[in-house]
């Protein structure tokens, strides 16, 4: 009823004796029947609510998780520091890009997603928040041409392993972009890879690299990421106490 009739929770109390149009009963009985195939409340609706923030989202962009609201708590606790240059990798909806740009002290924040129709997705909301991001479409497993210096590299790039779907939701697998989920089981930490390889390069002197993590995989990542040049490299648990952040340093 939110949504259809844009009443706030106090509204909701206030109106709940009252009877309310055949319309709305109709578009209230739509999304109903819409949930009740596993489509996700916030495609139905065409937004989400995250750190703080309405985002609008479909089916070209993930939906936000709480879980990435740490990320981005873990990058804004860590850089106190002001007019910071920054860089999403795999940005989606542009919610960690948006949100680092209305949190951190006049950062300069850099974008860049393989999806147009994601970019197009993340444009919008930065417009609709009122901040500053470059979006860019680019490829995360190619980014030589980003010959700029980053104080902050973060990606929530795709983790999840062709064999876990079988233990996923179907509101999941059916409906958010594959594109943005999935990697083979064959070479599961490539955008890892990738991006950290070229954050060597591309991070200033005291810059730090910021990745959400597939549990599964986070050790392995680890190892690589040390014999790589990676001299100090952090993983940190999430609110379910699951391996899912890692920070690491030149």
Known sequence: ?????????????????????????????????????????????????????????????????????????LI??????????????????????????KTLKFPTVTAIDISEAALDVAQSNSALLKVKVDFFKADALNLGDFKKKYDIIVSNPPYVMESEKKDMDSNVLDHEPHIALFVPDSDPLKFYKAIASYALDALTDNGHLYFELNPLTANELTEWMKSHGWNDVQILPDMHSKLRFMVAKK
């Open 1 to 73: 009823m939110e949504h259809v009739k844009g009443w706030n929770q106090v509204e909701l109390l206030i109106r709940a004796d009252k009877e309310v149009s055949d319309f709305t009963v109709g578009r209230v009985n739509e999304a109903v029947d819409r949930l009740l195939t596993g489509e996700p409340i916030q495609y139905i609706y065409g937004d989400t609510y995250w750190y703080g923030m309405t985002f609008k989202v479909n089916p070209d962009v993930l939906i936000p998780r709480p879980e990435t609201e740490e990320l981005v708590d």
């Open 76 to 101: 804004v606790k860590n850089n106190p520091e002001t007019d910071l240059s920054v860089l999403d990798v795999c940005t989606g909806s542009g919610c960690i890009a948006i949100a680092l740009a």
